[in-house]
């Protein structure tokens, strides 16, 4: 196995909204905003090279949005989807499987492109199964008035319609292979999914929306865009609790400055321990 990282270019989001009830005197020491109050996010990707499979974990915003649309998030950095596959030594025609942590726009929106004759969908991953799972599925294309916005008919539609559209069992399914375990979590969006990789004797975990930066560790630090923020509350202790004691590597999908961190048990909870890359970590 090899893990890549697979950057997608960075987006901005208000301060405010990524950090709910907390002051913007106490998130802005970790997570400064420009004037308008908004802060820079990652959306930074993991490729899971196992055996004859090319998984990838999320893949970004995409690029078939109008310029209205992109006005309001003022995409920056030179790292795109292709880019950043071809430097790993891949085209998105070797990825075998897309595995979809949720279906918010900034996590799936690099699933669909226009067809040619720009009339249509077509799927990015041509040889792949995209993974999704039947709760979250449901839940986001017969979206809440509160998440409406987040689910984009055109970035999820299509990937049913293509035929390559499959469901996970399930948190014990192995259907990514033996070395990948799934944790559901469903105070951000219902039925997000948590993946964690066994690779080279420690637990690498995507922590997608459950742990946005490191910015988010303490457990009232939690975004004002969840549907259900105590539920996330909750979450979010019982899995840094587990992180801190199992000394896992959490992978951070939108921490513009750090791409890993471990944390520790403290008199005060769980708080950063270190950060690093995840070259650095485990080396080529």
Known sequence: MKLHVINTGNFKLDGGAMFGVVPKSLWSRTNPADENNLC???MRCLLIEDGNRLILVDNGIGDKQDAKFFAHYYLSGSDTLESSLKK????TGDVTDMFL???HFDHCGGSIKYNDNRNGYDTVFKNAIYWSNAEHWEWATKPNNREKA???????LPIHESGQ??????EESKQLGENISLSYMRGHTDAMMI???KYKGKTVAFMADLLPSTGHIPLPYVMGYDTRPLLTLSEKEKFLKRAADEEFILFLEHDSVNECCTLQNTEKGVRLKDTFTLKECFGK
């Open 88 to 91: 790993a030594g891949f085209s």
């Open 101 to 103: 942590t949720h279906l």
């Open 165 to 170: 559209l499959k469901f996970i069992d399930g």
């Open 40 to 42: 820079t996010w990652s």
């Open 150 to 156: 987040s689910f984009l008919k055109e970035n999820i």
């Open 195 to 197: 993946p964690q990789i």
